[in-house]
């Protein structure tokens, strides 16, 4: 089955700061790989996504780029503000078959002011 | 708020006995998976429902359970519980299983086993 590894487990930085959080997978018939937010007591929440078919998408600080050869795919929060301290999952599956999709341990991001 | 409600929320049970847990999905959304994250941990893909039909299943034994009704809610089930079954449990809609359309989850059951 798929296994994902995501890293670091904590990341620290300071307000303004970028932040770049890394995910491996071992299915290469992974298709689609989404990224969640999670605050402290708050349901998972998706905050960009990525198919196969692409290999980089931004919205606003956010994106996300992917490698399918190496088999990897990050994130990259730029100008980073308080609000975005979360935990960050990433997720691999692949999609229009049977869906089982795969997350990361999760990355505790923490940006200081 | 995104619409998907869960209950309870909160669930404390003993060892052996048996638990379920509903969700309600978002209108327009005929797909509900079901995930598991203990502490600390990512959430963990139990099974996912499909117009009624089991669609996908993760590494969990067959005493966990479920099942999606007409109006596409579900429940999952856990029989015979065990201490490690005690985590936090998150049902997640979107409107197909195909093509990785985006899920909204619920906001969690959180599931104590003493």
């Known amino acids: 089955g798929e296994n994902v590894e995501q890293h670091p487990s904590t990341l620290s930085v300071q307000e303004g700061d970028s932040a770049v959080i890394k995910c491996t997978y071992s299915d290469s018939a992974s298709n689609y790989f989404p990224w969640y937010k999670q605050e402290l007591g708050k349901r998972p929440q998706l905050i960009i996504d990525i198919r196969s078919n692409v290999g980089e998408k931004k919205d606003q600080r956010i994106a996300v780029t992917l490698n399918k050869t190496a088999k990897h795919f990050s994130l990259h929060i730029t100008e980073t503000q308080p609000e975005d301290s979360a935990v960050y999952f990433c997720a691999a599956s692949r999609a229009g078959g049977s869906y089982i999709p795969t997350f990361g341990r999760g990355t505790s991001l923490i940006v200081h002011p | 708020e995104t619409g998907v409600t869960q209950s309870p929320t909160h669930l404390i049970k003993t060892r052996g006995q048996q638990v379920t847990l509903r969700c309600s999905s978002q209108s327009g959304h005929n797909t509900v998976s079901w995930y598991q994250q203990a502490l600390g941990q990512g959430p963990q893909f139990i099974f996912q429902?499909?117009?009624?039909?089991?669609?996908g299943r993760g590494n969990f034994p067959p005493r966990f359970s479920g099942l999606q009704f007409p109006n596409y809610s579900s429940e999952l089930n856990v029989n015979a519980l065990e201490l490690d079954d005690s985590a936090l449990y998150l049902c997640a809609s979107s409107r197909s299983q195909r093509d990785g359309n985006e899920q909204f989850f619920g906001p969690g059951t959180r599931l104590t086993v003493l």
């Open positions: 429902y499909y117009r009624e039909e089991e669609n």
